[in-house]
């Protein structure tokens, strides 16, 4: 049950509706929702072996009330994500409430009522254990696309890194039920991490052009339970398109978007799509559009932050719609310029990635 009133449709804002902008010029367009930080997987690179800490999960309900007042604010793409997200009830009920919402300005910042709004980009995040079955619910409640998390291609490899056994059957199932219902392109994501998982991409490659996905390889991040990144577990983006041209030549591909993260490849016959995503060794903050809201409802800035803002804990204290989107207002304005990963001084942000939702 939730603690919060709901949101009336039209959310009476106390000054001139504004697109979210922090103070770096960047427009903020992309919410990312975990929706629990329980996750049925204990990746190497991401929790500790015991049960690691959890914080609340918060009503369905409350989230969609904060949610609509992001949208309200200019937000146009929700990922849920997690934790896993697979795994929280209520997940399809609030796909079917996030496929009803419209975006709230036009490309060129001016505002639209409710008729005149876009479906918003509704995305999941998972690791696709639970994803088979759900793949065409999901579909049919209105999620635009979902991106698989797979760090192997190979059975032994996979549950030497999640530390679930049998598991990578049951993942290749959902990646492909995705496909089949639609929910193109599916995109699966690696991180890759020295010593664990890097002779695996050549695997990778082949996976993407015999599956149809867009396979992603991303940059390992300081982000963990444990302590274990250095610069040194990190493998960079010119091994991988090394790795990946001795496996068969790299086309580079133009970019899709401004805010595009990953850089994009294909082959010499046009066939398969690799991203590379690399916020270590070229990070891309200056395009960041991002901002995200943790399963206990707080705003986090940047994954790097060192501390929240507790905006559900304000909404239970009574705030109106209008307060909530002031202080959203005003806490994305002192978003961070960058990340400092590898800079002398870095410090570890103030929660894991499970805890953040990646
Ligand atoms: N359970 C879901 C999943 O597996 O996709 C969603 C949450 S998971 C934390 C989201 C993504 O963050 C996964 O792709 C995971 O591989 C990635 N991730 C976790 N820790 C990371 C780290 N330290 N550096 C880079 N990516 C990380």
Same mark, same amino acid.
């Given at each position: 049950?939730?603690?919060?009133?709901?949101?009336?449709?039209?959310?009476?804002?106390?000054?001139?509706?504004?697109?979210?902008?922090?103070?770096?010029?960047?427009?903020? !367009?992309?919410?990312?929702?975990?929706?629990?930080? #329980? =996750?049925?997987?204990?990746?190497?690179? =991401?929790?500790?072996?015991?049960?690691?800490?959890?914080?609340?999960?918060?009503? +369905?309900?409350?989230?969609?009330?904060? +949610?609509?007042?992001?949208?309200?604010?200019?937000?146009?793409?929700?990922?849920?994500?997690?934790?896993?997200?697979?795994? #929280?009830?209520?997940?399809?009920?609030?796909?079917?409430?996030?496929?009803?919402?419209?975006?709230?300005?036009?490309?060129?910042?001016?505002?639209?009522?409710?008729?005149?709004?876009?479906?918003?980009?509704?995305?999941?995040?998972?690791?696709?254990?639970?994803? $088979?079955?759900?793949?065409?619910?999901?579909?049919?409640?209105?999620?635009?696309?979902?991106?698989?998390?797979?760090?192997?291609?190979?059975?032994?490899?996979?549950?030497? +890194?999640?530390?679930?056994?049998?598991?990578?059957?049951?993942?290749?199932?959902?990646?492909?039920?995705?496909?089949?219902?639609?929910?193109?392109?599916?995109?699966?994501?690696?991180?890759?991490? #020295?010593?664990?998982?890097?002779?695996?991409?050549?695997?990778? $490659?082949?996976?993407?052009?015999?599956?149809?996905?867009?396979?992603?390889?991303?940059?390992?991040?300081?982000?963990?339970?444990?302590?274990?990144?250095?610069? $040194? !577990?990190?493998?960079?983006?010119?091994?991988?398109?090394?790795?990946?041209?001795?496996?068969?030549?790299?086309?580079?591909?133009?970019?899709?978007?401004?805010?595009? !993260?990953?850089?994009?490849? !294909?082959?010499?016959?046009?066939?398969?799509?690799?991203? +590379?995503?690399?916020?270590?060794?070229?990070?891309? =903050?200056?395009?960041?559009?991002?901002?995200?809201?943790?399963?206990?409802?707080?705003?986090?800035? =940047?994954?790097?932050?060192?501390?929240?803002?507790?905006?559900?804990?304000?909404?239970?204290?009574?705030?109106?719609? $209008?307060?909530?989107?002031?202080?959203?207002?005003?806490?994305?304005?002192?978003?961070?310029?960058?990340?400092?990963?590898?800079?002398?001084?870095?410090?570890?942000?103030?929660?894991?990635?499970?805890?953040?939702?990646?």
């Amino acid at each position: 049950m939730s603690t919060l009133s709901p949101s009336p449709a039209v959310i009476p804002l106390s000054r001139p509706a504004q697109r979210l902008r922090d103070s770096h010029g960047r427009a903020i !367009t992309d919410l990312r929702v975990s929706i629990t930080d #329980r =996750c049925n997987y204990k990746c190497v690179y =991401c929790r500790t072996g015991n049960e690691g800490a959890q914080y609340a999960e918060l009503p +369905i309900a409350d989230y969609l009330r904060l +949610i609509r007042i992001f949208v309200s604010l200019g937000i146009e793409k929700v990922r849920l994500t997690g934790g896993e997200p697979l795994l #929280r009830k209520g997940l399809l009920e609030m796909v079917r409430e996030l496929a009803k919402m419209r975006t709230s300005f036009a490309p060129d910042g001016s505002p639209l009522d409710s008729v005149h709004g876009q479906p918003l980009d509704i995305a999941v995040t998972t690791n696709g254990h639970l994803l $088979a079955d759900l793949a065409q619910p999901l579909k049919d409640a209105g999620l635009t696309r979902v991106t698989v998390s797979m760090d192997a291609v190979d059975p032994e490899t996979f549950a030497r +890194i999640t530390r679930v056994p049998n598991s990578f059957e049951q993942v290749l199932a959902g990646i492909r039920a995705a496909r089949r219902v639609g929910l193109d392109p599916v995109k699966v994501n690696c991180v890759l991490l #020295r010593g664990f998982n890097e002779e695996q991409i050549p695997g990778f $490659a082949r996976f993407a052009r015999e599956e149809g996905v867009v396979v992603r390889f991303i940059e390992f991040m300081p982000l963990e339970e444990d302590r274990l990144w250095s610069p $040194a !577990t990190v493998v960079p983006i010119h091994e991988v398109i090394d790795r990946l041209g001795q496996f068969r030549p790299v086309v580079p591909l133009s970019a899709t978007h401004a805010s595009e !993260t990953a850089c994009r490849y !294909t082959f010499d016959d046009g066939i398969g799509e690799i991203g +590379i995503i690399a916020p270590v060794s070229q990070a891309f =903050c200056g395009q960041c559009s991002r901002v995200r809201l943790t399963s206990d409802g707080k705003i986090r800035t =940047c994954l790097f932050s060192q501390s929240d803002h507790d905006l559900h804990g304000i909404a239970r204290r009574g705030a109106t719609d $209008a307060d909530l989107a002031d202080y959203i207002v005003s806490t994305i304005v002192k978003k961070e310029a960058r990340h400092h990963i590898g800079e002398p001084g870095f410090l570890k942000p103030s929660r894991s990635m499970v805890h953040i939702g990646g």
